[in-house]
C-alpha cells in the first residue's frame, strides 16, 4: 500500500516520465485509489501522459471517470482519442453513447473509429436490459413515469432509443410528444436507419415524422423508401414523404410529383410546388412551368410564387418559355406578373444582359424590360431603336411603346352588378351584404357554428387574425362526419419539425377548413 501512495505522489512530479511510469504501474495493478489523480492528468500537456492515464483509468474500470474520458474524445491526438474510446467500452455507461456514435461516424482517424464502433457495440449490450424496461415504461398510466422513460432514453442514444422515442410521438399527452421530438432532434447523429423502419410503423404519426427527420438528415439513400411513402393512405404522411424529399433536393421525385398533383387538396399542392422548386434544375423548372401552362387552379398560383421566388435563376428561362408560347395570351400574362414580382433586381438582371454577345438573350432581355415599364433604363433600350438588326431594332421600339403607355382608368363602377337596382344600392352604401350570382349572405366573420363534441358556439370573428384571414387551428369539419369541431375537442398530434395534424376525435381524419 505504501508503494501504491508513493506511486500515487509521483503522478505530480514534474518529470514527465515519472508521471508516465506512475499512472502505467497504477492502472497495471488496478489502484482504486489513484482515481482521482490519474482523472486530473487526462488534462496533462503531454499527450502521452494522458494517453497513459486513460488506459490506466479502462483497467481500473471506475466509473467516476467516465465524464472526464468522455470529454477526451474531442482531443486533438487520435492516440488520447483511441485510448479514451477504449477506456469506456470497459465501463459500459451509457452516458458515453452518443458521443461514441459520433466519433464513430465522423473521426478522420479509420482506427479511431473502429475502436469507436466496437465500444458503441459493448454499451448496447450493456444497455439492452435497460432500454426494454423503459420501452414497457411508456405504456404507463402515470404521465411522470413516461416523461422520465422519454428523457432517460434520450440519455441513452442508441440505435434502439430513437426507434421506440419515435413511438412516444404518439403518445396521448402533448407534453411527452414534445419532449420525445426534442429528445430526437439531439439524437439525429444515429443515422437514417431507425427512421427508415418508422415509415412502416403502424401509427401514421411516427411514419409522417420518420419522413420529417428524413428530410432533415437529407440523406440520398432515403430517397427510394421515401418514394414508397407518397403512395400513403394517409395524407399526412405523404406531405411529410413529399417536404422531405424537397430537402434532399433528388429529381426522382418529380414524375411521382407530377401525378399526385392532379388530384390532391390544396395544402398537399403547396408542398409538393415548393418541394419541386427546391429540387430545381432543368426537369424542375419544366415541370413548374407545365403547371403554369396547364393549370388554372391554385397549382397556378403557387407556382407563379415560386417561380418569383427563385429570382434572377428563372428569368431567362422563363423569357424563353414565353417566346415558345407566345400565342398563349394567359400564359404570357403569368410571365409579366412573375417578372413584375422581382422588382428592381429583375430590372437590374436584364439590364446587364443588354450587353451580352448573344443576340437571342439580348432580344428576351429588351423585351422583358419593356413588360416590367422599367422607365430608369428606357435611354438604354432606345439606343437599340437605331440599331442595324431590324429584329432587334422593332423589338426595342415595342419595348419603348409599352414603358411610355400609361394606364388606363378603369371606367367600372365600384359596386358589384347584381339582379335588381335595390341590390346594387345596397351592395354600394353597406360592406356587411355580398351579393355574388344574385345571392344575398351576411359577411363570413358574423357566422357562427356548433362545435358537435362539446356544443359550444364558435364565433368565426374571433376565429379570424388582423388580416382576416381564417386561422385553422380554431375549428375545422370533418369530412367523414361532417361535424363542425373547435380546436378544444380537435385532436391535435405533433408530427414533426413544428408541424400539427389537427383531427377530428372520432374518425381521426383531418380536418379541413370550413
Known sequence: MLEAYKLIRDLSSKDEYVRLSAARTLGNEKVIEAVEPLTALLSDHNVAVRTIAAEALGKIGDERAANSLISCLTDDYSRMRKAAAEALG???????????????????????????????????N??????DKLSDELSSPRESDRKQAVKFLGRIGNLQSVTILLRALNDRSWDIQTLASEEIDKLLIVGIEPFLKGLKDNSWQVRA???DYLGRLQNLAAV???????????????????????????????HPFNKILQNCDNKTKEIIINSISKIGGTEGFEL?????????DFSRDISEEKLAEMGTDALLSLMFALEENKDDVKFQDTVIRILNKTGDKGIKYFHEQLSNYDKKIRKISIQALGYMRAWEVISDIEAFTKDEDEEIKEIALSAVKMIHKKKKRSLKPNYIFSGSIIDRVSTFFTSTIKIFNNVRKTSREDETFICGKCGKMISRKASTDLLGKLEVMRFGMCPQCNRIICNNCAMTVLIGDGETSISCPKCSVELREV
Do not use: C, W
Not at 465501463?91 to 465500444?119: C, N, W
Not at 422531405?244 to 426522382?252: F, H, M, S, V, W
Open 209 to 211: 415524422s420518420s419522413a
Open 288 to 296: 413548374m412551368l407545365s403547371i403554369l401552362r396547364r393549370n388554372k
Open 224 to 254: 427510394e423508401d421515401l418514394l414508397v411513402s407518397l403512395e400513403d393512405e394517409k395524407i399526412e404522411v405523404v406531405r411529410a414523404a413529399a417536404k422531405a424529399l424537397g430537402e434532399i433536393k433528388d429529381r426522382r421525385a418529380l
Open 90 to 124: 470497459k465501463f459500459g455507461d451509457y452516458r458515453a453513447l452518443t458521443p461514441m456514435i459520433h466519433l464513430a461516424q465522423t473521426d478522420t482517424d479509420p482506427e479511431v473509429r473502429a475502436i469507436a464502433r466496437k465500444t458503441v457495440d459493448k454499451i448496447n
Open 126 to 131: 450493456v444497455v439492452q436490459e435497460i432500454i
